[in-house]
Every structure is written in structure tokens, then in C-alpha cells.
């Protein structure tokens, strides 16, 4: 999944940029609010962490600017700012959840989990279909109960083709969502992808839970003991 963080302090903006990338996330980083406002306007992102003391434009600015156009990704807000009524503007500027300072990954790991599932319409981190079950809490993916190993970019790819479980996803919509601005995009790479991961999900070719349609893209088909 794509997320934008909007951070001025470069070595904290780093340290976001490397660990969420750690854990599966494509990152965008910006690191005012104009940049932000930019990136957040030009890019399909899932979501968004946004400090609030910003240079050029503040977040809570930010924030309303982005919902005032129609952009729906959650956004959490990561600030120093601890009072209740900063926290009661950010809520109310548009803002999902809110998160401060000092704070462990391990708790911004979860709440960005929990945003993008509620987005999805998935109350559970586990997400099934049939013999398949992926962890997106624990990124672990079992076939059948047993564990199945992953790349990096696999996830990515089923994490995003199962929380839009049933849609249609274009190579296009699927390529914006796994890489961040400036990686080397490559479609032929993202059929490797698809393909490694249908010999993973589906060893024996009796459950084919990824359909291609021509010319639209991809589907994955979520059984009934989907959440």
C-alpha cells in the first residue's frame, strides 16, 4: 500500500521513510506542507501521515485543503502537540486518527493497519478466501494453515488485490499503488509478480483466486468465508 508522509524534521522523516518501507509500504516523503498538498493531490495514495508544525503550510491546513478537494485516503496525524483541543481541530480538519510524540513504530504500524482495513470495509486483520488467509497485521500468508513465503513486492501486490477483493484492478491502478513516485515501473515485472504468485496460492491449479481480464486487469475472487 502508498502512503505520503508529510514530516519537516528530515532524520524523523527518514527513520519513517525506512521503517515503513520495512514493512511493506510504498512511501512517498514530503517535507512541508505544500509538497504534501502536491504529492497528496497527484498520486493514488491509501494513506497519509501528516505532522502538524509544518513549514509553508500547516498540516491542519493541509488536511482541510486535501478533504475540501475531495480526497478520501485516511490520514493520521503524527504532531508533538498533546492538548485536547489540537486534537479535537485535527479530528474535526479531516483526519482519521491521531498519534503523538513521542510514539512507538509498533503503534503507528497498527493504526495504519487498522485505517486501511476500516477503508476497505475489513473489521478483521485476516483476511480470507477459501484455504487462504493473509495476516495483515503479522504480514504472514498460510495456504491451507501452513505458511507461505513471500517477497516484498508479492505482498504488496496481494495485500492490495485482497482488500479490493472482488473489483477490478487495472495494471495501472495496481503499479501506482505498490510503488512510490519515482520507482522505475516496469508492467512486465508486475506479470512476474502475478504469476509467482498464483504457483504460491495455488499449487495444484484448482482454486485460481486471481483472474485476469483482458485488457481491464486483475480480480481476486474472495470465497463466502471472507470477512
Not at 30 to 41: M, P, Q, S, V
Not at 167 to 182: F, G, N, P, R
Request: charged share 30%; net charge negative; no cysteine.
Amino acid at each position: 500500500m502508498r502512503v505520503l508522509v508529510v514530516e519537516d524534521e528530515s532524520a524523523l522523516r527518514e527513520q519513517l521513510h525506512q521503517q515503513l518501507t520495512s514493512r511493506g509500504f510504498s512511501v512517498d516523503s514530503a517535507e512541508d506542507g505544500e509538497e504534501g498538498l502536491y504529492i497528496g493531490r497527484a498520486y493514488p495514495l491509501d494513506l497519509a501521515v501528516i505532522d502538524l508544525g509544518l513549514p509553508k503550510l500547516s498540516g491542519i491546513e493541509l488536511i482541510r485543503r486535501l478533504r475540501g478537494e475531495g480526497v478520501a485516503f485516511p490520514i493520521i496525524i503524527l504532531t508533538a502537540r498533546g492538548d485536547w483541543q489540537d486534537k479535537v481541530e485535527g479530528l474535526e480538519a479531516g483526519a482519521d486518527d491521531y498519534l503523538v510524540k513521542p510514539f512507538h513504530i509498533e503503534e503507528l504500524l497498527a493504526r495504519l493497519n487498522a485505517l486501511l482495513r476500516r477503508s476497505a470495509g475489513h473489521a478483521s486483520p485476516t483476511l480470507e478466501s477459501g484455504p487462504i488467509q493473509l495476516n495483515t497485521a503479522s504480514q504472514v500468508l498460510t495456504l491451507n494453515g501452513d505458511m507461505v513465503d513471500l517477497t516484498a513486492y508479492e505482498y504488496r501486490v496481494l495485500e492490495y488485490l485482497m482488500l479490493n477483493a472482488g473489483k477490478v484492478v487495472s495494471k495501472t491502478e495496481l503499479t501506482e499503488h505498490i510503488y512510490e513516485q519515482d520507482y522505475d515501473r516496469d508492467s512486465n515485472v508486475l506479470e512476474v509478480f502475478i504469476r509467482r504468485l498464483r504457483r504460491k496460492l495455488d499449487p495444484e491449479g484448482t482454486l485460481q483466486p486471481i483472474e485476469t481480464l483482458r485488457g481491464r486487469g486483475y480480480r481476486f475472487s474472495i470465497g463466502e468465508s471472507a470477512n
